[in-house]
Protein backbone atom coordinates (compact mmCIF):
# COMPACT_ATOMS: atom_id res chain seq x y z
CA UNK A 1 0.00 0.00 0.00
CA UNK A 2 0.81 3.59 -0.30
CA UNK A 3 3.00 5.06 2.65
CA UNK A 4 4.65 8.69 2.35
CA UNK A 5 6.97 9.38 5.68
CA UNK A 6 8.69 12.38 6.68
CA UNK A 7 10.36 13.77 9.86
CA UNK A 8 8.07 16.32 12.46
CA UNK A 9 10.46 19.03 13.15
CA UNK A 10 13.28 20.86 11.69
CA UNK A 11 14.71 24.10 12.96
CA UNK A 12 16.91 26.03 11.23
CA UNK A 13 18.45 29.80 11.54
CA UNK A 14 17.38 32.17 9.10
CA UNK A 15 19.93 32.47 6.62
CA UNK A 16 20.48 28.94 6.82
CA UNK A 17 19.72 26.38 4.00
CA UNK A 18 16.60 23.81 5.46
CA UNK A 19 16.89 20.66 4.29
CA UNK A 20 12.90 18.58 4.17
CA UNK A 21 12.81 14.88 3.85
CA UNK A 22 10.47 12.25 2.56
CA UNK A 23 10.29 8.98 1.56
CA UNK A 24 7.73 7.10 -0.33
CA UNK A 25 6.38 3.12 -0.89
CA UNK A 26 4.62 3.58 -3.87
CA UNK A 27 6.97 2.67 -7.11
CA UNK A 28 4.17 3.81 -9.84
CA UNK A 29 3.92 6.91 -8.49
CA UNK A 30 4.10 9.48 -11.11
CA UNK A 31 4.58 13.08 -9.67
CA UNK A 32 5.82 14.11 -6.35
CA UNK A 33 4.46 16.77 -4.80
CA UNK A 34 5.86 19.47 -1.89
CA UNK A 35 2.78 22.04 -0.28
CA UNK A 36 2.99 24.04 2.44
CA UNK A 37 0.51 24.98 5.38
CA UNK A 38 0.98 28.09 6.83
CA UNK A 39 -1.26 28.39 10.03
CA UNK A 40 -4.71 28.31 9.72
CA UNK A 41 -4.63 27.50 6.23
CA UNK A 42 -4.99 25.37 3.84
CA UNK A 43 -2.48 23.42 1.74
CA UNK A 44 -0.28 25.36 -0.87
CA UNK A 45 1.36 23.93 -4.26
CA UNK A 46 4.84 24.79 -4.05
CA UNK A 47 6.59 22.48 -6.32
CA UNK A 48 6.41 18.89 -7.91
CA UNK A 49 8.78 16.90 -10.10
CA UNK A 50 8.27 14.12 -12.29
CA UNK A 51 9.11 10.88 -11.27
CA UNK A 52 11.60 10.31 -14.22
CA UNK A 53 13.67 13.27 -13.29
CA UNK A 54 16.32 13.44 -10.49
CA UNK A 55 16.47 16.73 -9.84
CA UNK A 56 14.13 20.63 -10.53
CA UNK A 57 15.30 23.82 -9.27
CA UNK A 58 13.21 26.72 -9.23
CA UNK A 59 14.09 29.94 -7.25
CA UNK A 60 15.05 29.34 -3.65
CA UNK A 61 13.26 25.98 -4.16
CA UNK A 62 15.42 22.60 -5.10
CA UNK A 63 13.91 19.02 -5.07
CA UNK A 64 16.09 16.09 -5.27
CA UNK A 65 14.78 12.87 -6.00
CA UNK A 66 16.37 9.53 -5.48
CA UNK A 67 13.94 6.87 -7.09
CA UNK A 68 16.17 4.07 -6.76
CA UNK A 69 15.56 4.36 -2.78
CA UNK A 70 11.93 5.87 -2.81
CA UNK A 71 13.78 9.55 -1.45
CA UNK A 72 12.49 12.80 -2.33
CA UNK A 73 13.75 16.06 -0.41
CA UNK A 74 12.70 19.85 -0.69
CA UNK A 75 15.75 22.26 0.07
CA UNK A 76 15.19 25.76 0.52
CA UNK A 77 18.04 28.11 -0.03
CA UNK A 78 18.46 30.94 2.00
CA UNK A 79 15.90 30.29 4.51
CA UNK A 80 13.40 33.42 5.67
CA UNK A 81 10.62 33.69 9.11
CA UNK A 82 8.15 33.71 6.49
CA UNK A 83 9.36 30.18 5.30
CA UNK A 84 7.96 28.92 8.73
CA UNK A 85 4.56 26.47 8.40
CA UNK A 86 4.15 22.69 7.88
CA UNK A 87 5.50 21.09 4.26
CA UNK A 88 3.74 18.15 2.83
CA UNK A 89 5.33 15.46 0.53
CA UNK A 90 2.53 13.71 -1.29
CA UNK A 91 2.63 11.25 -4.26
CA UNK A 92 -0.40 10.56 -6.59
CA UNK A 93 -1.78 7.35 -7.20
CA UNK A 94 -2.14 7.76 -10.51
CA UNK A 95 -2.96 4.24 -11.68
CA UNK A 96 -6.45 4.06 -9.22
CA UNK A 97 -7.65 6.50 -11.85
CA UNK A 98 -9.11 8.72 -8.89
CA UNK A 99 -5.89 11.02 -8.92
CA UNK A 100 -5.77 11.66 -5.40
CA UNK A 101 -2.76 11.94 -3.52
CA UNK A 102 -1.61 10.47 -0.69
CA UNK A 103 0.12 12.86 1.90
CA UNK A 104 2.89 12.62 4.61
CA UNK A 105 2.25 13.48 8.02
CA UNK A 106 4.17 16.54 8.05
CA UNK A 107 7.27 18.12 8.82
CA UNK A 108 7.02 21.91 10.93
CA UNK A 109 9.44 24.60 9.70
CA UNK A 110 10.46 26.56 12.26
CA UNK A 111 12.94 29.29 11.57
CA UNK A 112 14.72 31.13 14.22
CA UNK A 113 15.75 34.82 13.50
CA UNK B 1 -11.80 33.60 -9.30
CA UNK B 2 -12.37 33.05 -5.72
CA UNK B 3 -10.37 29.51 -5.93
CA UNK B 4 -11.91 26.64 -3.69
CA UNK B 5 -14.63 27.93 -1.22
CA UNK B 6 -15.35 26.22 2.08
CA UNK B 7 -18.76 27.04 4.73
CA UNK B 8 -18.33 26.96 7.72
CA UNK B 9 -15.27 27.61 8.59
CA UNK B 10 -15.77 26.33 12.43
CA UNK B 11 -18.53 24.08 13.83
CA UNK B 12 -18.89 22.91 17.07
CA UNK B 13 -21.58 19.24 16.83
CA UNK B 14 -23.08 17.26 19.84
CA UNK B 15 -23.05 13.84 19.50
CA UNK B 16 -25.28 12.65 16.94
CA UNK B 17 -25.93 16.06 15.30
CA UNK B 18 -25.30 15.77 12.02
CA UNK B 19 -24.39 18.71 9.30
CA UNK B 20 -23.42 19.34 5.96
CA UNK B 21 -19.95 21.35 5.00
CA UNK B 22 -20.69 22.95 1.81
CA UNK B 23 -18.03 23.19 -0.88
CA UNK B 24 -18.17 25.19 -4.06
CA UNK B 25 -15.56 25.72 -6.73
CA UNK B 26 -15.40 28.18 -9.60
CA UNK B 27 -12.65 26.60 -11.90
CA UNK B 28 -14.72 24.28 -13.95
CA UNK B 29 -12.60 21.63 -12.62
CA UNK B 30 -14.26 17.79 -12.86
CA UNK B 31 -11.86 16.65 -9.67
CA UNK B 32 -12.80 17.15 -6.59
CA UNK B 33 -12.05 15.39 -2.95
CA UNK B 34 -12.63 15.88 0.17
CA UNK B 35 -9.62 15.40 3.17
CA UNK B 36 -9.45 15.15 6.56
CA UNK B 37 -6.32 16.36 8.66
CA UNK B 38 -6.21 14.92 12.32
CA UNK B 39 -3.79 16.89 14.63
CA UNK B 40 -0.08 16.03 13.63
CA UNK B 41 -1.18 14.20 10.94
CA UNK B 42 -1.38 14.17 6.84
CA UNK B 43 -4.56 14.37 4.86
CA UNK B 44 -6.54 11.11 4.47
CA UNK B 45 -8.97 11.40 1.82
CA UNK B 46 -12.46 10.25 2.76
CA UNK B 47 -14.43 10.83 -0.50
CA UNK B 48 -13.46 12.31 -4.09
CA UNK B 49 -15.50 12.99 -7.57
CA UNK B 50 -14.43 12.87 -11.30
CA UNK B 51 -17.52 14.41 -12.08
CA UNK B 52 -20.66 15.50 -11.58
CA UNK B 53 -22.74 12.50 -10.78
CA UNK B 54 -19.83 10.36 -10.16
CA UNK B 55 -18.87 9.81 -6.21
CA UNK B 56 -16.63 7.22 -4.99
CA UNK B 57 -14.96 6.21 -1.04
CA UNK B 58 -11.30 7.25 -0.50
CA UNK B 59 -9.91 5.88 2.54
CA UNK B 60 -11.84 7.17 5.18
CA UNK B 61 -15.38 6.96 4.13
CA UNK B 62 -17.48 6.06 7.28
CA UNK B 63 -19.65 8.25 9.06
CA UNK B 64 -19.86 10.19 5.80
CA UNK B 65 -21.86 11.03 2.66
CA UNK B 66 -21.27 13.21 -0.67
CA UNK B 67 -23.12 14.35 -3.69
CA UNK B 68 -22.27 15.68 -6.87
CA UNK B 69 -25.14 17.40 -8.78
CA UNK B 70 -23.11 20.27 -10.32
CA UNK B 71 -19.51 20.66 -11.31
CA UNK B 72 -18.96 23.37 -8.74
CA UNK B 73 -20.67 21.88 -6.17
CA UNK B 74 -19.12 18.80 -3.43
CA UNK B 75 -21.09 18.96 -0.05
CA UNK B 76 -19.89 16.51 2.40
CA UNK B 77 -22.40 14.91 4.89
CA UNK B 78 -22.26 13.48 8.36
CA UNK B 79 -25.24 12.49 10.04
CA UNK B 80 -24.45 10.90 13.45
CA UNK B 81 -21.83 13.05 14.37
CA UNK B 82 -18.84 11.24 16.84
CA UNK B 83 -16.02 12.38 18.76
CA UNK B 84 -13.71 10.58 16.40
CA UNK B 85 -14.45 12.97 13.47
CA UNK B 86 -13.12 16.37 15.46
CA UNK B 87 -10.69 17.21 12.48
CA UNK B 88 -10.31 19.89 9.83
CA UNK B 89 -12.13 18.90 6.85
CA UNK B 90 -10.35 20.33 3.07
CA UNK B 91 -11.60 20.59 0.22
CA UNK B 92 -10.08 20.52 -2.77
CA UNK B 93 -10.54 20.52 -6.57
CA UNK B 94 -7.91 19.85 -9.39
CA UNK B 95 -7.08 19.43 -13.38
CA UNK B 96 -4.80 17.68 -15.44
CA UNK B 97 -2.12 20.21 -16.71
CA UNK B 98 -0.81 19.68 -20.64
CA UNK B 99 2.34 18.33 -18.98
CA UNK B 100 -0.05 15.63 -17.12
CA UNK B 101 0.25 16.96 -13.53
CA UNK B 102 -2.43 17.18 -11.64
CA UNK B 103 -2.73 20.55 -9.67
CA UNK B 104 -4.77 20.38 -6.51
CA UNK B 105 -6.49 23.24 -4.97
CA UNK B 106 -6.87 23.67 -1.47
CA UNK B 107 -10.23 25.45 0.16
CA UNK B 108 -9.16 27.16 3.60
CA UNK B 109 -10.50 24.52 5.53
CA UNK B 110 -13.31 24.08 8.34
CA UNK B 111 -12.92 23.05 12.06
CA UNK B 112 -14.83 20.75 13.41
CA UNK B 113 -15.48 20.01 16.78
CA UNK B 114 -17.59 16.94 17.99
CA UNK B 115 -18.41 17.24 22.20
Known amino acids: GEDVEQSLFLSVREGDSSVINCTYT??????LYWYKQEPGAGLQLLTYIFSNMDMKQDQRLTVLLNKKDKHLSLRIADTQTGDSAIYFC?????????????FGSGTRLQVQP | NAGVTQTPKFRILKIGQSMTLQCTQDMNHNYMYWYRQDPGMGLKLIYY???????DKGEVPNGYNVSRSTTEDFPLRLELAAPSQTSVYFC??????????????FGPGTRLTVL
Open chain 1, 26 to 31: DSSSTY
Open chain 2, 49 to 55: SVGAGIT
Open chain 2, 92 to 105: ASSYRSTRGTDTQY
Open chain 1, 90 to 102: AESMEDTGRRALT
